[in-house]
């Protein structure tokens, strides 16, 4: 059985930074991306980072460049998204999604992060 799940979130004042976690297990099939999403009421679910696993690329979009940074953690079955410079328009649920080369595709079930003073 597939877990994934989320930890770290939080309030964070403007300007601060958060981690987030992301732990999942029972895989069988290699992993082609990892990736974390976001989603505030009334809004579509945005991707925030995307990593391939093939060789390492990550992408983000244009309203998180320079401030998000994922990462893999291969020794723990872990992906991480460190988050600087935090803005009260990053509020939102993160969700973590992890995709197999199968065309699996998982989801956590999210955590919540609130920017606000």
């Known amino acids: 059985q597939v877990q994934v799940e989320e930890s770290g979130g939080g309030l964070v004042q403007p300007g601060g930074s958060l981690r987030l976690s992301c732990a999942f297990s029972g895989v069988i099939f290699k992993i082609r991306t990892l990736s974390w999403a976001r989603q505030s009421p009334g809004n579509e679910r945005e991707f925030v980072a995307n990593l391939f696993t093939d060789d390492g690329r990550t992408h983000y979009p244009d309203s998180v460049k320079g401030r998000f940074i994922i990462s893999r953690d291969n020794l723990e079955n872990s992906v991480h998204l460190q988050m600087n410079s935090l803005k009260p328009e990053d509020t939102a649920v993160y969700s973590c999604?992890?995709?197999?080369?199968?065309?699996?595709?998982?989801w956590g079930q999210g955590t919540q992060v609130t920017v606000s003073s």
């Open positions: 999604n992890v995709v197999t080369i199968a065309g699996q595709d998982y």
